[in-house]
């Protein structure tokens, strides 16, 4: 049992962590190794990130797990395993594997389906994974942050994802009733635990907060394009009135790099919107997502030009990183 003593010094930590912005590993070290396998989220607790991001889809029994799409195919064997197991559309999806069956897969550096070529040439080979590389379930990622934490005296946070919540509902599967309570259970409940729950999707934001009760931190994702795919209008939602509206429910936004900062044409100076200003005068947070070394915004000259443009030029709060060493670095040296 943790003391109250416990409980007050893991909140005091939590809020020295975060007086700087913070360095959220994106799917783990996932510019080093292949995205959310569990050595992917060691490698960037020691490489000093301050959250560890993890992305949740269910499996065909109820499993939440640690996967960035719905699909199977671009970042597991599963077309070799289980070749029958193809929809209409031909995608193998989590939700039609047990996870009995699902452990079986390998993990791999993405790759596209159709060709098998991965899509960061310059990152971990995909034909070479271990066998130790599987998904994960959350419950095995939050029992390894937890035990990195204690054996490093470190309290690295936790920003799970619920992906497509509207869709696994078509489906007959309840993803946010089914994570909220193993987030309770493993001690991410207010808003001083070390976590960000976040979604792409309005009414689902809404729905954790007024419904499902959720009362930890809470992020809206806004995609770089105008509308979701599940109706989530990301336009009107970066207007100060939209933004009003939103901090009722949330407590930051997670919006694309494209929606802060771009650089119109190679050489030029960058050019900044006002989202991060209309966001902070509702007092909500501004982790914008992502920054990655092999893939900079257009006509952006380099990775540390786009940090100083985000941390240095538009004051965000925190940043979702595949490099979560260049980023902590570039953070250190600016102090
Ligand atoms: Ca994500």
Request: proline letters at 5%; hydrophobic letters at 45%.
């Amino acid at each position: 049992m943790k003391t109250l003593a416990t409980f007050v010094m893991i909140a005091a930590t939590a809020i020295a962590q975060e007086s700087k912005p913070l360095v959220i590993a994106h799917r783990g070290a996932s510019g080093y190794l292949p995205e959310h396998t569990l050595a992917a989220k060691v490698y960037a607790h020691a490489l000093g990130a301050d959250f560890l991001e993890q992305d949740i889809v269910l499996t065909k029994d109820d499993v939440p797990v640690v996967l960035h799409d719905i699909y199977l195919d671009t970042v597991t064997d599963v077309a070799k395993r289980f070749p029958d197991r193809k929809r209409a559309d031909g995608r193998y999806y989590a939700l039609d594997l047990t996870l009995a069956e699902l452990k079986q897969l390998r993990a791999a550096e993405r790759f596209n389906a159709k060709t098998g070529a991965p899509v960061y040439a310059q990152r971990y080979p995909s034909g070479s994974s271990p066998s130790e590389f599987r998904i994960a379930t959350l419950e095995e990622e939050l029992q390894l942050i937890a035990g990195l934490n204690r054996s490093t005296g470190r309290n690295v946070g936790v920003y799970p994802e619920i992906k497509q919540p509207k869709w696994h509902r078509a489906q007959g599967h309840d993803i946010s009733r089914i994570v909220v309570p193993i987030l309770l259970r493993y001690g991410y409940a207010a808003k001083t635990d070390a976590c960000f729950l976040q979604c792409f999707e309005l009414a689902e934001v809404k729905r954790l907060r007024q419904e499902i009760g959720w009362r930890g931190r809470l992020i809206m994702l806004i995609e770089g394009k105008a509308k979701g795919d599940d109706g989530t209008d990301y336009a009107q939602l970066c207007t100060a009135a939209g933004l009003r509206e939103l901090a009722k429910v949330a407590d930051g936004i997670g919006p694309a790099i494209g929606r802060i900062v771009s650089w119109p044409t190679a050489g030029a100076a960058p050019k900044f919107t006002d989202l991060v200003a209309l966001a902070h005068a509702e007092k909500l947070a501004v982790h914008p997502y992502t920054i990655r070394r092999d893939d900079l915004p257009k006509n952006c000259p380099s990775v540390d030009a786009l940090h100083a443009a985000l941390f240095r030029d538009a004051k965000i709060d925190g940043v979702f990183s595949d490099f979560t060493d260049l980023t902590v670095a570039w953070l250190r040296a600016e102090k």
